[in-house]
């Protein structure tokens, strides 16, 4: 049923069918995606760590409809970062993984916010067009992606900001 809409509010969209969670958990690199109020806007070196809790469950993501096989999940975070209080749920839709493992493209049902991202800090053009087109075919705006700049080799800690960064781009700095 392309372009209706879904149960969810978005229009529909298509999403990975049995993702194998263990294959997803580990390291990500950002290397294109939307801007996004709880993202520094000079993001550098963006990138994400996954991993099971002893349950099996991820800490802060979990099946929207755990009797779907889609990738849609929900996440949980918390804001501000330096004084983590307030709880944001968001969703996280995986729209395309590789047969490998090591692409993915990740988006939700609004579409104001898209990530590709890649376990290296670089990626081949080829795959990188290949990844946006899809996007295209979903219904994203990708004339909003912005590449996220990652140093070769990557550095091994975070930052050390306690998430300022946040507070600083609530004022366009």
Same mark, same amino acid.
């Given at each position: ?72 999940? %929900?996440?949980?975070?918390?804001? *501000? +970062? ?7 749920? &968001?969703?996280? =839709? ?52 912005? %590449?996220?700049?990652?140093?070769? *080799? +990557? ?7 306690? &998430?300022?960064? =946040? ?7």
């Amino acid at each position: 049923m392309a372009g209706g809409k879904s149960k969810d509010g978005g229009s529909s969209m298509r999403v990975v069918r049995g993702l194998d969670v263990e294959r997803y958990m580990g390291r990500w690199y950002e290397i294109a995606a939307f801007p996004s109020f709880f993202q520094p806007k000079d993001g550098r070196c963006t990138r994400a760590t996954y991993a099971l809790e002893a349950d099996g469950k991820t800490g802060t993501a979990y099946k929207a409809d755990p009797n779907s096989d889609e990738a849609k999940l %929900k996440v949980k975070f918390y804001l *501000p +970062p330096f004084l983590p209080i307030i709880p944001v749920v &968001g969703d996280y =839709w995986v729209l395309y993984v590789d047969d490998d493992y090591q692409y993915a493209l990740v988006g939700q049902p609004s579409r104001k916010y898209l990530w590709i991202l890649c376990r290296q800090t670089h990626m081949d053009d080829e795959v990188y067009n290949q990844l946006v087109e899809r996007a295209k075919e979903e219904g994203y705006d990708v004339s909003k992606l912005r %590449k996220t700049p990652q140093s070769d *080799p +990557p550095p091994e800690n975070a930052p050390t900001d306690k &998430g300022f960064w =946040w507070i600083k781009s609530l004022f366009g700095k």
